[in-house]
């Protein structure tokens, strides 16, 4: 069985920082693309960040480039997101996971498991 488990979540100040973790277990995690999701409410889930298997290419959305970094350590089974310069409009619950294909990185019906979330609550 394939589960995903979010954690690092909290309440900040704008302008902190948080790292957030995703261990996973059930599946080979060194051939799976990692992701992390976000939804605050009201909202649809976006797309935040994205890591290949070996960790050699990733990508990020937008609203997040140069203040958010993903990572992953395979022999941990485990994908990070460290959170710099948090802003009160990151406020949502963040979401890690899976997908075994390469393309469509950005699209949530592209991934294959998930986690049940952790909230990140930025106060301004």
């Known amino acids: 069985q394939v589960q995903l488990v979010e954690s690092g979540g909290g309440l900040v100040q704008a302008g902190g920082s948080l790292r957030l973790s995703c261990a996973a277990s059930?599946?080979?995690?060194?051939?799976?693309?990692m992701g992390w999701f976000r939804q605050a409410p009201g909202k649809e889930r976006e797309f935040v960040a994205t890591?290949?298997?070996?960790?050699?290419?990733?990508y990020y959305s937008d609203s997040v480039k140069a203040r958010f970094t993903i990572s992953r350590d395979n022999a941990k089974n485990t994908v990070y997101l460290q959170m710099n310069s948090l802003k009160p409009e990151d406020t949502a619950v963040y979401y890690c996971?899976?997908?075994?294909?390469?393309?469509?990185?950005?699209?949530?019906?592209?991934?294959?498991?998930w986690g049940r979330g952790t909230q990140v609550t930025v106060s301004s």
């Open positions: 890591i290949f298997w070996s960790g050699d290419r990733t």
């Open positions: 059930g599946l080979t995690f060194s051939t799976y693309a």
């Open positions: 996971a899976a997908r075994s294909g390469s393309y469509g990185y950005t699209r949530a019906e592209n991934y294959d498991y």
